[in-house]
């Protein structure tokens, strides 16, 4: 399921000149000049997003869970950090993390 790069072989993650930008690998690579694989730099986008998000026990339905996150504020956190246009595009990004 995974690439050698860490990444999910589904998802092509960009860089363009509006920030990036999260698409299906249909098999063929991107042959836009300004186009710039960004593999590299999931590790670091990794650290942002944990620091932005609220992680911390919470309560649902009774239950504890323990250091844990809100999906929506997660996605909300992606589209902030990273400048993703769309909600769903979002949680394909955050799908890689």
Request: glycine share 8%.
């Amino acid at each position: 399921f995974f690439s050698n790069h860490g990444l999910p072989s589904a998802i092509h993650v960009i860089m363009t000149s509006t920030g990036p930008s999260v698409e299906p690998n249909r098999g063929h690579k991107r042959t836009h000049s300004s186009a710039v694989a960004w593999s590299d730099s999931v590790p670091a986008m990794m650290e942002q997003f944990r620091a932005a998000v609220d992680i911390k026990d919470r309560k649902y339905h009774l239950k504890k869970y323990r250091a844990c996150f809100v999906g929506y504020e997660a996605v909300n956190v992606i589209m902030r950090l990273f400048g993703v246009g769309t909600r769903s595009a979002a949680v394909t990004l955050g799908r890689v993390f």
